[in-house]
């Protein structure tokens, strides 16, 4: 028990860290362009993390399952032409996106099934999926663009509608989030996850299906891609393959700089890293910054994340006050 | 003789098998995949990918994973394809390139062995800081073109026979000294050692950090060698080389994994992996079929190289129980 509040203390040093960070950097742009704490640039701020949050979001399932997922941006690829081709084809927006979605949850459950019952290498086994995905993605259209029906099907209110104010993807990715907090943190469900990441072995003589569960994880994060490169399209209001391919940096980022915080894959710590990320990216675009700097803040702060996240903040807190004591009290004898 | 026919059979040598096959069914199925301006063309992308990975190879057989080479290989095509445009003599730009590449790799290095972050994490990290640097001295997404054509980059972008025979010689010559490297000195033995039980290696005094660090900065330098001889084959600087060049990169090593040493990344099988994707890719062109059809292929590979692998260790591991019995 005395371990335990221990590292519950050093978990709460760290998310103080990164909160003052966050506000610190919050701070600075501020000052640098008073624009930034304007409503329409938060709302811009919040349409930006909501994509980045939402895949990473998916990906926080595997990565609790203590795999590694290769395979869905590829797969996004695929899930999104899937819907693009379903409009062209006339379909109304919601059954496309559901067809799409399932595109992806095939893929997702082959996935499980190499890697929770077969037992095949993670990441080499879900990078074969995805090459084949990602040629499937070409099937379509071979390779051009998909435009058919994007105007008049009403596929772009996905991306443009508000629900009372506020965009419907932050909505859709703030429902996404409440839903995962509840699955992963609340309920039996989510410590199942977690022994699996931690020992299948033990997890499975305790009775855990660990088979279903590592499935259903990958099954998660690649609907949760799909989903992801859906909205992306209605917001490009094309079918593009190669738009989905963006997403591997953003899910790993968010999700390794949330680690970085509370030394495990959760929910919170990876959305607070994709709003930490989202709100440096957009300071950035804010001061008129082209857009190929988002790569570049993407990789410093997952380093800067590494870092911080290797510091023991109450160690070097100890330390000082030792020394503070030995010069107060003059030597310890 | 029958033991020379089942060893030649064994699942070690089935990729050289299906490697052949496929060159015969191409040359049979199409007249234009014969021609040596064909051969030309797959030897000079394959030399280019086998450059690329042949880093890589030692990285993933000591248990780490490297994603970032295609985006150091974009960053290093950028660089020089820059430097040749504002004057720097072509003799110089590519060190400048492949030291600023090199840069990006002994830094993941450090990160790994130091703050020992997984791999994969300080990979995708300097990866997309590399891509993001190019990027921005690229101006854009846009390739770099090279406008005043070098006499070097006309010699070898053109083919001439001789220049590209030097090319693959060199090469060749610097996949048998990694051959070499790996299986005849200690450096080679700790490296599969890493790869097998990192614990035990580190109680043995293998200098882990070293090692890292110094295959991840030769991972870097060669897939900036890569990035250079992208754009003197084909004037011009690719700021984003993700897509197919990650997917054939792994393709390589992974299917490389199966020849030799069976379930292990090791030179040579990268080499016999590089050639079969460039054969690949440059067959399905002359036959009818489609670049994407290719994709498909490569991942089909890729599963089923690793269920040749599962059930190679399966029988071995069941030999073994009854062998302890």
Redesign the interface.
């Known amino acids: 028990m005395v371990q335990r509040r221990k590292d519950i203390s050093s978990e709460l040093i760290t998310l103080g860290v990164f909160c003052a960070l966050q506000i610190g950097i919050m701070r600075v742009f501020t000052v640098l362009e008073p624009r930034f704490m304007s409503v329409d640039n938060l709302l811009g701020l919040l349409n930006l993390v909501a994509p980045m949050a939402l895949v990473g979001l998916g990906l926080t399932f595997v990565a609790v399952t203590g795999y590694a997922d290769m395979s869905f941006h590829f797969v996004s690829c695929f899930g999104g032409m899937t819907m693009s081709h379903m409009i062209a084809q006339g379909l109304s927006p919601l059954p496309a996106i559901l067809i799409g979605g399932g595109a992806g949850a095939a893929f997702g459950v082959i996935n499980g099934v190499m890697i929770g019952k077969f037992k095949l290498p993670d990441m080499v086994a879900t990078l074969g999926l995805g090459a084949i995905a990602f040629g499937m993605a070409y099937l379509y259209s071979g390779g051009t663009q998909i435009t058919d029906h994007f105007n008049d099907s009403g596929i772009k209110l996905l991306y443009t509608a508000r629900v009372a104010s506020i965009p419907l993807p932050v909505v859709l990715t703030a429902i996404a989030y409440a839903v995962g907090f509840i699955v992963l943190n609340r309920s039996t469900l989510g410590r199942r996850f977690y022994a699996i990441g931690s020992n299948a072995t033990a997890a499975r003589f305790s009775g855990v299906r660990v088979e279903r569960y590592v499935i259903a994880a990958f099954v998660i994060c690649a609907v949760v891609a799909c989903l992801t490169n859906i909205i992306k399209m209605s917001a490009l209001a094309k079918g593009e393959i190669e738009a989905g391919l963006m997403w591997l940096m953003p899910a790993y980022s968010a999700v390794f700089v949330g680690v970085s915080v509370f030394k495990k894959p959760t929910v919170m710590g990876t959305f607070l890293g994709a709003l930490l990320i989202g709100t440096v990216q957009k300071g950035f675009l804010l001061l008129g910054k082209s857009t190929y700097v988002m790569e570049l803040v993407m990789g410093v702060l997952l380093i800067v994340s590494i870092v911080v996240s290797r510091i023991d903040f109450k160690e070097i807190i100890r330390r000082r006050r030792f020394r503070a004591e030995l010069a107060a009290g003059g030597g310890v004898s | 003789m029958k033991r020379l026919v089942t060893s030649l059979f064994r699942p070690q040598y089935m990729l050289v098998w299906v490697f052949l096959a496929m060159v015969v069914f191409f040359c049979i199925e199409a007249p234009s995949f014969r021609s040596a301006s064909n051969l030309v063309r797959a030897v000079k992308s394959s030399s280019v990918i086998a450059v690329m990975v042949l880093g890589l190879t030692w990285i993933v057989a000591s248990g780490e994973?490297d994603v970032s080479f295609p985006s150091v290989a974009g960053l290093a095509s950028v660089v020089t394809a820059l430097a040749i445009e504002n004057g720097v003599p072509w003799t110089v730009a590519p060190f400048i390139a492949i030291a600023a590449g090199t840069v990006f790799g002994l830094l993941s290095g450090f990160?790994i062995a130091t703050?020992?972050?997984p791999s994969?994490?300080?990979t995708?990290?300097?990866?997309?800081?590399?891509?993001?640097?190019a990027?921005?001295i690229a101006g854009?997404?846009a390739p770099v073109r090279l406008t005043s054509t070098v006499g070097i980059v006309k010699t070898l972008g053109s083919g001439g026979i001789g220049v590209q025979l030097l090319w693959t010689v060199i090469v060749l010559g610097s996949y048998i000294a990694f051959k070499y490297i790996q299986d005849h000195t200690t450096t080679g033995q700790h490296l599969y050692a890493l790869g097998e039980n990192r614990q035990a290696s580190l109680e043995a005094g293998i200098r882990e950090k070293k090692i890292i660090m110094s295959f991840f900065g030769l991972s870097a330098m060669l897939a900036s060698c890569g990035g250079v001889v992208w754009v003197l084959f084909y004037a011009q600087g690719v700021p984003r080389m993700?897509?197919t060049v990650f997917?054939d990169g792994?393709?390589a090593v992974?299917l490389g994994a199966l020849v030799i040493k069976a379930g292990k990344p090791n030179v040579i099988g990268t080499f016999i992996g590089a050639i079969f994707l460039a054969f690949l890719t440059n067959g399905l062109t002359p036959i009818g079929l489609?670049?994407?059809?290719?994709?498909?292929?490569?991942?089909?590979?890729?599963?089923f190289?690793?269920?040749i692998i599962?059930i190679s260790r399966y029988r071995l591991a069941k030999r073994a129980v009854a062998a302890a019995r």
């Open positions: 994973i990160l703050f020992r972050c994969l994490i300080a995708i990290a300097i990866g997309s800081i590399a891509t993001g640097i990027c921005i854009g997404y993700e897509g997917i792994m393709t992974f489609e670049d994407y059809i290719g994709s498909m292929i490569k991942g089909a590979l890729m599963i190289g690793v269920v599962a």
